[in-house]
């Protein structure tokens, strides 16, 4: 079952590459492992999956602490300030920087571990009162006030659309984001990544100059979550 969704997968984003012009390698497909037991983990890494996201610091640590080293992991649930010292040592990309303070605290932590740590600032799209992140007015100030964190390096910008049963109209919200990722110049950023699309609507996000997708369900089936 794993297999065939891992194709199905690969077939849409690759699809979804085409239309846009861009080889699919250029693609990251993050696989969402919350819920997901350390075994089943280890059947998709064997299918070539490389990146993992998780959500939540005390579900993901005991799987990665179960798994070989090799596999990228990927933080991309809301992070509370006193689980980042939990979090740097084991994620490579923080995709959920939703506040200075969490900034702060990042570059506090990074500098203490002498390391850098990158992330992406999440952006909520929709305004929506239930999610994380900045509003679109104040990306571009926080940006720059990061940029002046020199243990944090921020990659680019992660956000998660409003569900809607028709994925189409998703387009316009992952239009607007792409609009604002790539307008971004800040003086020492490179904006790299844009995470956006899930289960629901990956292929329009892809198409809308997604570079990163974060999809659970559709690889590892329905779960309560
Ligand atoms: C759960 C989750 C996903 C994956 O959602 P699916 O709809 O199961 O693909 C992606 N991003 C975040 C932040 C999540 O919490």
Same mark, same amino acid.
């Given at each position: 079952?794993?297999?065939?969704?891992?194709?199905?997968?690969?077939?849409?984003?690759?699809?979804?590459?085409?239309?846009?012009?861009?080889?699919?390698?250029?693609?990251?497909?993050?696989?969402?492992?919350?819920?997901?037991?350390?075994?089943?983990? %280890?059947?998709?890494?064997?299918?070539?999956?490389?990146?993992?996201?998780?959500?939540? &610091?005390? @579900?993901?640590?005991? /799987?990665? @602490?179960?798994?070989?080293?090799?596999? %990228?992991?990927?933080?991309?649930?809301?992070?509370?300030?006193? /689980?980042?010292?939990?979090?740097?040592?084991?994620? &490579?990309?923080?995709?959920?920087?939703?506040?200075?303070?969490?900034?702060?605290?990042?570059?506090?932590?990074?500098? /203490?571990? /002498? +390391?850098?740590?990158?992330?992406?600032?999440?952006?909520?799209?929709? =305004?929506?009162? =239930?999610?994380?992140?900045?509003? #679109?007015?104040?990306?571009?100030?926080?940006?720059?006030?990061?940029? !002046?964190?020199?243990? *944090?390096?921020?990659?680019?910008?992660?956000?998660?659309?409003?569900?809607? =049963?028709?994925?189409?109209?998703?387009?316009?919200?992952?239009? +607007?984001? #792409?609009? *604002?990722?790539?307008?971004? %110049?800040?003086? !020492?950023?490179?904006?790299?990544?844009?995470?956006?699309?899930?289960?629901? @609507?990956?292929?329009?996000?892809?198409?809308?100059?997604?570079?990163?997708?974060?999809?659970?369900?559709?690889?590892? !089936?329905?779960?309560? #979550?």
């Amino acid at each position: 079952m794993l297999g065939e969704n891992y194709k199905r997968i690969t077939d849409r984003l690759a699809a979804a590459a085409a239309k846009r012009g861009i080889p699919v390698t250029d693609i990251t497909l993050i696989a969402v492992t919350k819920t997901v037991q350390p075994e089943t983990i %280890r059947e998709a890494w064997e299918l070539g999956i490389n990146d993992f996201g998780e959500n939540r &610091v005390q @579900d993901g640590l005991p /799987k990665i @602490d179960a798994l070989p080293t090799g596999p %990228r992991w990927h933080f991309i649930g809301h992070l509370q300030r006193n /689980k980042v010292k939990q979090v740097l040592p084991n994620f &490579v990309l923080i995709h959920s920087l939703d506040s200075l303070r969490l900034a702060r605290a990042l570059q506090k932590e990074g500098r /203490k571990l /002498k +390391k850098t740590v990158e992330a992406l600032v999440q952006v909520n799209i929709g =305004s929506e009162e =239930s999610k994380f992140g900045f509003e #679109y007015d104040e990306v571009l100030p926080a940006i720059e006030e990061m940029a !002046g964190l020199d243990a *944090l390096r921020i990659r680019g910008l992660m956000a998660i659309a409003p569900f809607f =049963s028709d994925p189409e109209r998703t387009r316009p919200y992952f239009r +607007k984001l #792409y609009q *604002l990722f790539t307008g971004i %110049r800040v003086e !020492g950023v490179e904006m790299r990544y844009l995470s956006m699309g899930m289960t629901n @609507d990956f292929d329009v996000a892809v198409e809308e100059g997604a570079n990163m997708v974060r999809i659970g369900t559709a690889l590892f !089936g329905p779960r309560d #979550y």
